[in-house]
């Protein structure tokens, strides 16, 4: 039976704050975090791996905040506390339910009234690898539990091979991008960013930028080191339709990793460089311990679909 906490839990922040998640790869890779979507711990984040060139956990991607546009309203569903105890966003108001489905996180968002929308969030890694998940589902009101689940199809060409978006989904490991009957929103995720040990605070400077190399359907080049580093990386490019996503690199030499987003083929995907600081975040369990507990993250760009 899955643990299963409705908005009166949710939408108390001394309740949902409190409460943490844990998933794991099986080779010394994490991601955790609470129900509030508040990171409170320097060791909390989305992609936690174990490199061989480290001395520890590394944390590489710390959290993805989204806003949601829908009904001509903006929605924040991110939750940050910075130093001085401001909650900025406060998103955890709109979480309707949480609940851990095979020791998955799924967070359920509520946007609008009586007429509006049901947004499912759900947070997994890859046995085996350093890869975290996160599958967006909208869903209807009167039933959150039921969606549409399709996958158009497009076609593309990998070293003279015609592959299919099912076939680049499987290969790579992506999940098939459900959809609910009509499209109704528009979301942007803001991917923040780290490099730096687990356990310890990343301080940022406005001279340091990470290297950023955008794949895909972007609407413009990135910021940073340019090359076509398609085949180092692993990764087809260009990427085909309804895919888009970056390679980032802390500095020459760091370790690279990448993000990317699947949608529809016939949606407009789009990854747009930002290259800023977001300063002063506040991880209290480590404010409460008497250890460093400011952290500073890294945007550099947002995806927007």
């Not at 039976?1 to 922040?13: Q, V, Y």
């Not at 803001?190 to 990470?210: E, I, K, M, T, V």
């Amino acid at each position: 039976m899955p643990i299963t906490f409705d908005r009166s839990i949710c939408r108390d922040l001394n309740e949902t704050i409190s409460r943490e998640w844990l998933v794991t790869n099986g080779v010394g890779g994490y991601a955790a975090g609470t129900i509030a979507g508040v990171l409170t711990r320097m060791q909390h984040g989305l992609l936690v791996t174990s490199q061989k060139d480290a001395a520890g956990p590394q944390l590489l991607s710390a959290k993805i905040d989204e806003e949601v546009v829908f009904d001509e309203r903006k929605y924040y569903l991110g939750t940050n506390e910075y130093r001085d105890g401001t909650l900025n966003p406060a998103g955890f108001g709109h979480l309707e339910a949480f609940r851990l489905e095979e020791g998955f996180p799924v967070f359920t968002y509520h946007l609008g009234g009586i007429d509006g929308i049901v947004l499912e969030k759900r947070i997994w890694m890859a046995h085996g690898f350093n890869t975290t998940y996160i599958q967006y589902r909208l869903l209807s009101t009167s039933d959150f539990r039921d969606a549409t689940q399709q996958v158009g199809r497009t076609s593309w060409r990998r070293n003279s091979e015609e592959l299919s978006s099912e076939e680049f989904v499987r290969n790579n490991g992506f999940p098939a991008y459900p959809e609910a009957a009509q499209r109704m929103l528009s979301l942007t995720l803001l991917p923040l960013s780290a490099y730096r040990p687990h356990n310890q605070p990343q301080y940022g400077n406005n001279d340091w930028h990470f290297q950023v190399q955008v794949h895909g359907n972007s609407q413009q080049q990135a910021s940073g080191e340019q090359d076509d580093a398609g085949d180092d990386y692993g990764l087809p490019l260009p990427l085909p339709k309804g895919v888009t996503g970056c390679t980032i690199r802390a500095w020459d030499g760091a370790t690279p990793y990448s993000i990317f987003a699947v949608g529809h083929p016939d949606s407009q995907l789009s990854f747009i460089p930002t290259g800023v600081w977001y300063w002063h975040f506040l991880r209290r369990h480590d404010q409460a311990a008497g250890r460093p507990a400011i952290d500073d993250l890294y945007l550099p760009g947002v995806i927007k679909a």
